[in-house]
């Protein structure tokens, strides 16, 4: 399994940014996806997941900042990150568990596959 992101850049603070992650070799819907970031000298941060209850689940950082959705008849997800801040700046991986049923709860060692990550870098 593969999974690509794509959208990151520069942007000023208060600006937006989409961000996606393409999944390749295998079936999308067999797997439950989140969205990482991980800020230099700073810890890897889970700040969104997919739910089949709930819809989604977000970090109280971005928590009506950012939107993750997802389409899957192109097997890609999506953040969609409006009124960046400058503590945003980070670099966002998207990530895969094989799982049948997506439960909104943030455990970062659940998830299989990674991608690369794309930088996110906000100024003030």
């Known amino acids: 399994v593969q999974l690509v992101e794509s959208g990151g850049g520069s942007v000023q603070a208060g600006g937006s940014l989409r961000l996606s992650c393409s999944v390749s070799g295998d079936t999308y819907s067999r797997y439950c996806m989140g969205w990482f970031r991980q800020a230099p000298g700073k810890e890897r941060e889970e700040v969104a997941r997919?739910?089949?209850?709930?819809?989604?689940n977000y970090a109280d950082s971005v928590k009506g900042r950012f939107t993750v959705s997802q389409d899957n008849s192109k097997n890609t997800m999506y953040l969609q990150m409006n009124s960046l801040k400058f503590d945003d700046t980070a670099t966002y991986y998207c990530?895969?568990?094989?799982?049948?049923?997506?439960?909104?709860?943030?455990?970062?060692?659940?998830?299989?596959?990674w991608g690369q990550g794309t930088q996110v870098t906000v100024s003030s």
């Open positions: 997919l739910d089949d209850s709930a819809g989604a």
């Open positions: 990530a895969a568990e094989l799982a049948t049923f997506c439960t909104g709860a943030f455990r970062p060692d659940r998830y299989d596959y």
